[in-house]
């Protein structure tokens, strides 16, 4: 098993930014990549970034490439996202999640059915 927690969110006005994290406690050593995913009021949960625990290789949604950056710390089992430039459209319940599938494949991450473990997630809020 393994336990994830976010924090770091919060309300914020357009134009601003906000860090992440996601702490991960339990059976860390088999998780092969973290990933953040968001849902907003009357939407499917979608993916946001990915970040793979040993080559440390990123992949992002394209609504948020250039704004939002995901980092790893393996030391405190912790995953980050910074999140800047923030829109009104990123509002939204954002979610950490642990998979402990392994494959070579570029996508494979960013995929929702990948993941195996998620956290109980922190609201975004920004407001225009």
């Known amino acids: 098993q393994v336990q994830l927690v976010e924090s770091g969110g919060g309300l914020v006005q357009t134009g601003g930014s906000l860090r992440l994290s996601c702490a991960a406690s339990?059976?860390?050593?088999?998780?092969?990549?973290m990933g953040w995913f968001r849902q907003a009021p009357g939407k499917e949960r979608e993916f946001v970034a990915a970040?793979?625990?040993?080559?440390?290789?990123?992949y992002y949604a394209d609504s948020v490439k250039g704004r939002f950056s995901i980092s790893r710390d393996n030391a405190e089992n912790t995953v980050y996202l910074q999140m800047n430039s923030l829109k009104p459209e990123d509002t939204a319940v954002y979610y950490c999640?642990?998979?402990?599938?392994?494959?070579?494949?570029?996508?494979?991450?960013?995929?929702?059915?990948?993941?195996?473990?998620w956290g109980p997630g922190t609201q975004v809020t920004v407001s225009s």
């Open positions: 339990g059976r860390t050593f088999s998780s092969r990549a």
């Open positions: 999640a642990a998979s402990m599938k392994v494959s070579a494949t570029v996508n494979y991450y960013t995929r929702r059915m990948t993941y195996d473990y």
């Open positions: 970040i793979r625990w040993g080559s440390g290789s990123t």
